[in-house]
């Protein structure tokens, strides 16, 4: 199970934002819930920062998330792999802050093909992303939704071709298969669809996972990144809470 640490906004955000120190210390507070839960991963994301950019964000968020990613992994990095998420699209900025944090993976929401979101149209630049990593940190692993949720193709999409295309040429390293939205579920036919296609694929659900779910599709996939479900009362706003992180664990290990 990989946890999220979603960020307050931070400053320079569209909302107003409790400071630097305060998103600090609620990444490490929401850090430790994780492990001591037994989560096994975190993402690190500025979920706060929304309305999103559409592709690169401002140059001192690549920096704050760099510093928070680093000081999580120098807590908690023993014990959980930390990646790095910057919304809406950001892949070089995330490897650029992962490679200074010492962090494992980045998680790319389109990183091929295009998408129609709520910032405007988002197109993958695999190849891009693929270079700049060669170039920074090539150690670091690239997680890339498939259908990312929020969004539409901009015309009729297969599954099975996305999910192809993402693996084979868009060189991912995990694919991740999502719910339409934030906290939504995701269908497990989708994780059986992508499997099919791409059986050799480390594939993780993306959205949605409750206690109840992780029992039905624990068997269908490799990993799954939780987020909205470990919040107190699943309230975005609130902390993350440590039973829930040890009640998710349970349920997806059986």
Same mark, same amino acid.
């Given at each position: 199970?990989?946890?999220?640490?979603? /960020?307050?906004?931070?400053?320079?955000?569209?909302?107003?934002?409790?400071?630097?120190? !305060?998103?600090?210390? &609620?990444?490490?507070?929401?850090?430790?819930?994780?492990?001591?839960?037994?989560?096994?991963?975190?993402?690190?994301?500025?979920?706060?920062?929304? #309305?999103?950019?559409?592709?690169?964000? =401002?140059? %001192?968020?690549?920096?704050?998330?760099?510093? @928070?990613?680093? =000081?999580?992994?120098?807590?908690? *990095?023993?014990?959980?792999?930390?990646?790095?998420?910057?919304?809406?699209?950001?892949?070089?900025?995330?490897? *650029? !802050?992962?490679?200074?944090?010492?962090?494992?993976?980045? &998680?790319?929401?389109?990183?091929?093909? +295009?998408?129609?979101?709520?910032?405007? $149209?988002?197109?993958?630049?695999?190849? =891009?992303?693929?270079?700049?990593?060669?170039?920074?940190?090539?150690? @670091? *692993?690239? +997680?890339?939704?498939?259908?990312?949720? %929020?969004?539409? #193709?901009?015309?009729?999409?297969?599954?099975?071709?996305?999910?192809?295309?993402?693996?084979?040429?868009?060189?991912?390293?995990?694919?991740? @298969?999502?719910?339409? *939205?934030?906290?939504?579920?995701?269908?497990?036919?989708?994780?059986?669809?992508?499997?099919?296609?791409?059986?050799?694929?480390?594939?993780?659900?993306?959205?949605?996972?409750?206690? =109840?779910?992780?029992?039905?599709?624990?068997? /269908?996939?490799?990993?799954? @990144?939780?987020?909205?479900?470990?919040?107190?009362? !699943?309230?975005?706003?609130?902390?993350?809470?440590?039973? &829930?992180?040890?009640? $998710?664990?349970?349920?997806?290990?059986?």
């Amino acid at each position: 199970m990989i946890g999220v640490v979603h /960020l307050p906004p931070l400053p320079g955000s569209p909302m107003s934002s409790p400071g630097f120190q !305060a998103c600090l210390d &609620r990444a490490l507070f929401d850090a430790e819930a994780l492990a001591d839960g037994g989560a096994v991963g975190v993402i690190v994301e500025n979920l706060g920062d929304a #309305p999103f950019e559409p592709a690169a964000v =401002e140059p %001192h968020v690549v920096a704050m998330l760099g510093v @928070i990613a680093r =000081e999580v992994r120098q807590r908690f *990095g023993d014990r959980l792999s930390v990646g790095v998420n910057a919304l809406r699209n950001d892949a070089a900025g995330a490897i *650029g !802050a992962a490679a200074a944090a010492g962090a494992r993976f980045v &998680r790319v929401n389109v990183h091929t093909g +295009a998408m129609v979101t709520d910032q405007g $149209i988002i197109q993958g630049r695999a190849r =891009e992303t693929l270079l700049y990593r060669a170039r920074v940190a090539p150690q @670091i *692993g690239i +997680a890339a939704d498939v259908l990312v949720k %929020h969004a539409r #193709p901009l015309g009729p999409a297969d599954l099975t071709q996305v999910a192809r295309d993402t693996w084979h040429r868009g060189c991912a390293d995990a694919l991740i @298969i999502t719910g339409s *939205g934030t906290g939504r579920p995701t269908d497990p036919s989708d994780l059986v669809t992508v499997r099919d296609a791409v059986p050799e694929c480390v594939l993780w659900l993306g959205s949605g996972l409750t206690p =109840e779910r992780a029992r039905v599709v624990r068997r /269908l996939m490799d990993g799954a @990144i939780v987020g909205t479900w470990l919040h107190q009362d !699943a309230d975005l706003a609130a902390p993350l809470d440590v039973e &829930r992180v040890r009640r $998710i664990v349970g349920a997806l290990q059986g």
